[in-house]
């Protein structure tokens, strides 16, 4: 079944520690996103890519950094920059080509925090 | 600039009671709208979605909404909630892929 497998599912991160997320994703789409939840301000965009080699800043990009080398892949980097990091990550994917018709795909999230 | 607001953080309802979750919409092109669903440490799920057509959806699990252009709405409703309803809904707008989504409506059903 095609989908997008985001892991690990719980993660802990040190005070100054850089940490990296996993975002795969089988469907085919050329659009993935990275977005933050934190209770009562649901969800804000980190980065998005359209393209592979190809990615831009979000709402809240500052301490977070992305790459896409492969269709499938859009791993996201927790730098030691980010003040807050403790939140629910969500990664998606789309087909932008159809204007957002088909909405979009979300893996499971992994949830960091910071200890 | 596209944007969604959904009205109220928490609803609570009786089980077998009418849910009704309210998300109105600003878009300077005609939108496309979503509802999704989240359970507890778990992504979003697509309830239903308006793009063109019929403007009285229908989802999974039970759920409808309807598009209403002159009040710029598209609530979420559902006949009899159901224990499993208790979730946290988002509503969305997509007008050109951009998709901007609401704050979201914890929902819970009691016994």
């Known amino acids: 079944d095609g989908g997008i497998t985001q892991s690990p599912k719980y993660l802990f991160r040190k005070e100054g520690q850089n940490v990296t997320l996993s975002c795969e994703q089988n469907?085919?789409?050329?659009?993935m996103y990275w977005y933050r939840q934190d209770p009562g301000q649901g969800l804000r965009l980190i980065y998005y890519?359209?393209?592979?080699?190809?990615?831009q800043k979000g709402d809240i990009a500052e301490g977070y950094s992305v790459s896409r080398e492969k269709k499938e892949s859009f791993p996201l980097t927790v730098t030691s920059a980010q003040k807050n990091p403790t939140a629910f990550y969500l990664c998606?994917?789309?087909?932008?080509?159809?204007?957002?018709?088909?909405?979009?795909?979300f893996g499971s999230g992994t949830r960091l925090t910071v200890v | 600039a596209q944007s969604v607001t959904q009205l109220g953080s928490h609803v609570s309802v009786s089980e077998g009671a009418l849910v009704l979750l309210r998300c109105n919409y600003s878009?300077?092109?005609?939108?496309?709208l979503f509802w999704y669903v989240q359970y507890p440490n778990q992504g979003l799920q697509l309830l239903l979605k308006?793009?063109?057509?019929?403007?009285l959806v229908k989802g999974i699990n039970g759920f409808e909404a309807e598009f209403k252009k002159s009040e710029t709405s598209f609530h979420l409703t559902k006949p009899s909630a159901h224990m499993s309803d208790a979730a946290e809904y988002f509503c969305?707008?997509?007008?050109?892929?951009?998709?901007?989504f609401g704050a979201g409506t914890r929902l819970t059903v009691k016994p």
């Open positions: 998606a994917s789309s087909i932008p080509q159809t204007g957002g018709l088909y909405g979009y795909t």
């Open positions: 469907l085919n789409h050329d659009a």
């Open positions: 890519s359209q393209i592979v080699n190809d990615f």
């Open positions: 878009s300077s092109v005609p939108p496309y």
């Open positions: 308006y793009t063109t057509g019929a403007t």
């Open positions: 969305a707008v997509s007008p050109l892929g951009d998709m901007r």
